[in-house]
């Protein structure tokens, strides 16, 4: 891993952030220091009521607060997440990236309201999120309705959100102009790619105008190419409609070209090994451009060590 003096001087090209030196999560439990800005926590810590941004809870997106998630009961229980607090404020796209069973899709299904906790306390806009309502969700896989057109499953979110039949069809061709599928729009779900069935269900969560967009590793299961294609389309959609995301990853990579800020969780019960703002341009720049920054490469090696370290 380069040194301190290796690496990019912080908020160089985006401002702010957080203070100077971060510790990151080492393997042995121990700290040790670079040059990208950020907060960490060892494994036996939690992040407290907020994380560094001066975000009051009821001005937050998110508000997750002393969170505990245990699966089963008795001799059988498995704590899955926790103590896990998380402060996230409205605008952020923040990225939870860790190894296979730390417990991210749990934190993801708690901010939806499928789930609640075991113990603390789970906000989203301030109240106790209810499924369906304030959020839209993306699965990793489409979940779709095959008998309907492209057109047809976009139209039936815009319908359920309560949108107006004369809205509906101005809006449906807005929406999959947005996220590249206005060609397609009367053809059948079993007649487009897997990629392309992937932006319907991310077009239909954006159908309800809903403030929080939750995605739980929606791009998993598709080619690199396409992934990559994706990565791009939801970065550009993000910073146009400004709403609050939270997507679920397993990939360093992913997480950084994303995100404006990354959350690593330690292995199983998951904690905070590391929370990161990741200070590059939301606008203006390319994905290649982006990609070929050295400050990029500098929170990927940041990142790519604090999973490795909290996954050992």
Excluded at 190 to 209: E, M, N, P
Aim: charged share 20%; glycine share 12%; with cysteine.
């Amino acid at each position: 891993m380069s040194s301190a003096s290796d690496l990019p001087a912080p908020g160089s090209l985006a401002g702010g952030g957080r203070p100077a030196a971060t510790e990151v999560l080492t393997a042995a439990g121990t700290t040790a220091t670079n040059g990208i800005a950020g907060t960490t926590v060892g494994t036996t810590g939690t992040t407290g009521a907020t994380t560094g941004t001066g975000v009051a809870a009821a001005d937050a997106a998110v508000q997750v607060s002393d969170v505990e998630h245990v699966y089963g009961t008795a001799a059988g229980a498995v704590t899955a997440l926790g103590p896990v607090s998380l402060t996230v404020p409205r605008g952020t796209f923040l990225v939870i990236v860790g190894a296979s069973g730390c417990g991210k899709s749990t934190l993801l299904r708690l901010i939806a309201g499928f789930e609640r906790p075991t113990s603390g306390v789970v906000r989203s806009g301030g109240t106790e999120p209810v499924p369906g309502r304030g959020a839209g969700v993306v699965f990793q896989q489409p979940r779709l309705f095959p008998w309907k057109s492209v057109g047809g499953n976009v139209e039936l979110a815009l319908r359920y959100a309560g949108v107006p039949r004369a809205e509906r069809a101005r809006r449906v061709p807005e929406l999959l102009e947005r996220v590249g599928l206005h060609d397609v729009a009367d053809r059948r779900i079993w007649q487009i790619s897997g990629g392309q069935q992937q932006r319907v269900a991310i077009a239909r969560a954006l159908a309800g105008d809903d403030p929080l967009l939750l995605l739980d590793e929606p791009f998993a299961a598709l080619d690199a190419l396409t992934r990559e294609r994706l990565q791009e389309d939801l970065r550009r959609v993000s910073a146009e409609t400004g709403r609050t995301c939270v997507f679920v990853t397993h990939s360093v990579e992913e997480a950084v070209f994303l995100g404006s800020r990354v959350v690593v969780l330690t292995r199983r019960p998951g904690r905070i090994a590391l929370d990161l703002d990741i200070t590059l341009p939301r606008t203006g720049l390319g994905p290649d451009e982006l990609r070929a920054l050295p400050e990029y490469a500098a929170f990927r090696a940041t990142v790519g060590q604090a999973v490795r370290a909290a996954a050992a």
